[in-house]
């Protein structure tokens, strides 16, 4: 048998949703609760941003008791961090529903595709985008910010090497990493003062992230010889 190697990168690892509460809730009463928590405090972040998304302020719009929400999240940053995890799970099935359907696609039809994703992913839920953009972030948001990131560079990483055949390695893995935060400055940039984004920096993000890939593919292809 032959046993070649392949230098396709590692698939993207998903965010798990459950992942940072105090215990799982077991009863129908119990999830419906964390539910509800999660949910007010994604309403207060959408509305009104992070300071105003107090541990108080989320239990009274929940309708839960301190109480039992201290019985699931250790405190206002674990309930954020929470919420951030909703939001990034449904990222990632994005990018990999995308991976999935890519057979015969041009790689930048599919970069753009990416980028449309984390377009919507923030026009559709401004609680996360509140997170994301606020000013307070723990470190354990901050973390999670810097996984998301990890998923969308992995994802291009994914494209470039099935569509292009580059040769994956630490190289293309930095490439990636610098595209995919440039790009996220000017989404942050985008949607700071407009809560669609605003048009003419998003036509400037999206052309600058696929005049730098671009050269990217031809530096390695040119290299590769």
């Known amino acids: 048998m032959n046993h070649e190697t392949t230098n ?23 999830r419906a609760r964390v539910e509800a928590v999660l949910a007010a405090a994604d309403r207060i972040l959408a509305t009104e941003g992070v300071e105003a998304a107090t541990i108080r302020r989320i239990a009274t719009d929940a ?14 940053d674990a309930i954020l961090a929470a919420v951030a995890r909703r939001h990034m799970a449904g990222h990632a099935a994005a990018m990999r529903a995308i991976l999935d359907g890519a057979r015969g696609a041009r790689w930048f039809d599919l970069v753009n ?11 559709r839920h401004p609680g996360y985008l509140a997170i994301r953009t606020g000013r ?4 354990e948001l901050l973390q999670l910010d810097e996984e998301n990131n990890a998923l969308v560079a992995a994802s291009l990483r994914e494209i470039l090497v099935s569509q292009e055949r580059l040769a994956d390695g630490p190289a ?6 610098a595209g995919v ?3 996220e400055a000017l989404l942050q940039l985008a949607f ?8 003419a920096i998003l036509a400037e993000a999206r052309r600058i992230q696929r005049l730098y890939l671009a050269d990217v593919v031809a530096s390695m292809a040119s290299a590769r010889g």
């Open 113 to 123: 595709l990416v980028f449309d994703r984390y377009v919507e992913l923030y026009r």
């Open 136 to 139: 307070y972030l723990s470190r």
């Open 181 to 183: 935060a440039a790009a």
């Open 8 to 30: 396709e990168p590692a698939a993207p690892t998903d965010p798990d949703p459950a992942a940072g509460l105090r215990k799982a809730p077991q009863q129908a009463r119990s």
């Open 192 to 199: 700071r003062d407009d809560p669609d984004g605003d048009p």
């Open 172 to 177: 293309l893995a930095v490439a990636c990493r």
């Open 63 to 76: 309708a839960v008791p301190i109480g039992t929400l201290y019985q699931f999240f250790d405190d206002k």
